[in-house]
């Protein structure tokens, strides 16, 4: 049911149910000893000046710079120190012209948009506990792979979450991401990625049923509503004057449960209830930009302009390519 795909986006949205032991935000975990650089017998020639960047001019890193760069990140990416990015509204992480995309929702571009994104949705949620979401928390995690070169890193890398609609549920995701980092010691590209979301979701469709006594039908009803009233409060607390969504309460709800869809698991960047979901965390923060993208027009980011073959196809990234030579093809 659609429902049973729900939580696919959610952990955003993903994931993995293996063991290990996850370091805690407070204490994360110490960087592990750089291993030895893998051989290039299949490394392709490097690019000729006819065409691509200038690598020479791009920063060389060493494995370990680039490992404690991306673990910088990662320390700050998990709760409490998530509630600081983000109330710096524009995170010293990220380069100003920062390019970023989630394949569950979307694209993101600039450093402002990027630091609600990465740190204040999730901020927001630990912030109102009482609040309906189905979205959960970062607070630990543990690199599980990692490979780096001159100013790239990529890593696959196993969070705790902390789920408040489960009782505060703790369930391991697993993020794989591709970093760009520049001159200054920033993010200017992230690709990310989550992973085995799908399974994620059965898991805790299944507890979530078993815990409220209901059957998979009614929590899919129950979820709709939830959340359905949750966006509209905020629209009619938030979103008033010129940032007006809705004429009223009733007429928001009544769009939410009967003139979108509820959502499937990749819709988190499209016409969807979950998509609001995800977007009405960020409303509070700046009305002005994220008001739309609860409203029936979704703003841009909660539309149906997207298609498959479109996303999988996009070559969304300008700063810096993450292929060696701009795009390696065979």
């Not at 049911?1 to 729900?6: A, P, Q, T």
């Not at 109102?128 to 696959?156: C, D, K, M, R, V």
């Not at 928001?252 to 499209?270: D, H, M, P, S």
Request: glycine fraction near 6%; aromatic fraction near 12%; include cysteine.
């Amino acid at each position: 049911m659609m429902i049973m795909k729900l939580f696919t986006t959610l952990v955003l949205p993903a994931a993995l149910i293996a063991a290990g032991t996850l370091a805690s935000a407070s204490n994360p975990p110490a960087p592990r000893n750089a291993p030895p650089a893998a051989n290039n017998h299949h490394q392709h020639s490097p690019p000729s000046t006819s065409h691509g960047p200038n690598y020479n001019s791009a920063p060389h890193f060493s494995f370990e710079e680039l490992f404690q760069l991306q673990k910088k990140f990662l320390d700050n990416f998990v709760f409490p120190e998530n509630q600081v990015q983000a109330k710096s509204v524009n995170s010293s992480l990220l380069a100003p012209n920062v390019q970023g995309r989630v394949d569950i929702t979307r694209t993101f571009t600039g450093q402002e948009l990027n630091t609600e994104y990465l740190f204040g949705l999730f901020a927001n949620i630990a912030a109102a506990p009482n609040e309906f979401t189905l979205l959960g928390i970062p607070l630990a995690y543990e690199i599980t792979h990692f490979a780096a070169s001159q100013n790239i890193a990529s890593a696959s890398t196993r969070f705790n979450f902390s789920f408040p609609l489960l009782n505060n549920l703790i369930v391991p995701i697993e993020i794989e991401t591709w970093n760009v980092f520049d001159n200054n010691h920033q993010i200017s590209q992230y690709d990310a990625t989550f992973k085995w979301w799908q399974w994620t979701f059965d898991y805790l469709i299944q507890t979530a049923a078993a815990a409220n006594n209901m059957s998979l039908t009614q929590i899919e009803a129950y979820a709709t509503d939830k959340l359905a009233t949750s966006i509209c409060s905020t629209a009619q607390t938030y979103c008033n004057g010129t940032n007006t969504q809705y004429n009223s309460t009733a007429s928001c709800y009544n769009y939410l449960t009967t003139q979108i869809r509820f959502g499937e698991a990749y819709e988190l960047g499209r016409n969807t209830l979950l998509c609001r979901m995800v977007h009405q965390n960020m409303v509070p923060i700046r009305p002005e930009v994220h008001c739309p993208h609860i409203g029936p027009s979704g703003g841009g980011y909660c539309d149906d302009d997207t298609t498959y073959v479109g996303t999988v196809t996009q070559n969304y990234f300008t700063n810096f390519p993450f292929a060696y030579g701009g795009n390696v093809t065979g």
